[in-house]
């Protein structure tokens, strides 16, 4: 998606693997740059301790190289153990997890769309553009993570509690001027649907989350 301006209008600085966006396109993404524009500098323009801890949390307890290690490790407790749910839920997040690195990669590659530190004038002097904000890779993670958990609770609530945790660390994303909303809502759903498919896919694995009552 392209570049922003000072006044927060869209420019054809970037577009789509580094090409103009399409004549077809313009219009509804420039409504979504400038929406991105005016919730980004809302939400950041007063973060205050709260929203500086959650997008610190969200940086690091989301990471890939954090969770997959994690997930794993569950997957072995559980198979040492025999405790199904924690086997089950392991082996999804880890599957999960890379799937949803994978298509992450390769949709940032092709998009190509500038973070919102990369962008005037929220761009830090020195600082390298590396047009990879669409979509985040942490929401994705973070969202693949709570489907893989969801997929082990055993009520509706639970389920709904990890999926708001995973909303939450999420949101410091945009705390941080790493990733516009639309870039988050953009990963929360890449990560939900391929772990969905993954459970969907994987033999062994229930194709339906346990709720019980």
């Known amino acids: 998606m392209s570049d922003l301006t000072a006044n927060g209008m869209a420019s054809d600085a970037m577009g789509f693997n580094g090409t103009p966006v399409p004549d077809a396109l313009r219009p509804t993404l420039t409504w979504i740059d400038e929406l991105d524009a005016r919730v980004h500098d809302t939400c950041t323009c007063d973060p205050g301790p709260v929203s500086a801890a959650i997008a610190t949390a969200g940086r690091y307890a989301i990471k890939r190289h954090i969770l997959i290690p994690g997930f794993a490790a569950a997957w072995c407790a559980g198979v040492a153990a025999g405790h199904d749910g924690l086997r089950q839920a ?17 949709i940032k590659a092709h998009i190509r769309r500038r973070r919102p530190d ?22 994705a993670s973070a969202f693949a993570a709570a489907t893989a958990v969801a997929s082990a609770t055993r009520t509706p609530g639970e389920a709904a509690l990890v999926y708001a945790c995973a909303a939450v660390l999420a949101s410091g994303r945009v705390v941080r001027h790493r990733h516009w909303a639309s870039d988050v809502l953009a990963g929360a759903l890449l990560g939900t649907g391929v772990t969905l498919l993954a459970r969907a896919l994987l033999p062994g694995l229930p194709k339906h989350t346990p709720h019980q009552g």
């Open 90 to 106: 392991g082996a999804l997040g880890v599957v999960g997890l890379v799937a949803t690195a994978t298509a992450s990669r390769n």
């Open 118 to 139: 990369e962008c005037a004038p929220r761009r830090k002097p020195g600082h390298r553009i590396s047009a990879r904000s669409f979509p985040s890779g942490h929401a």
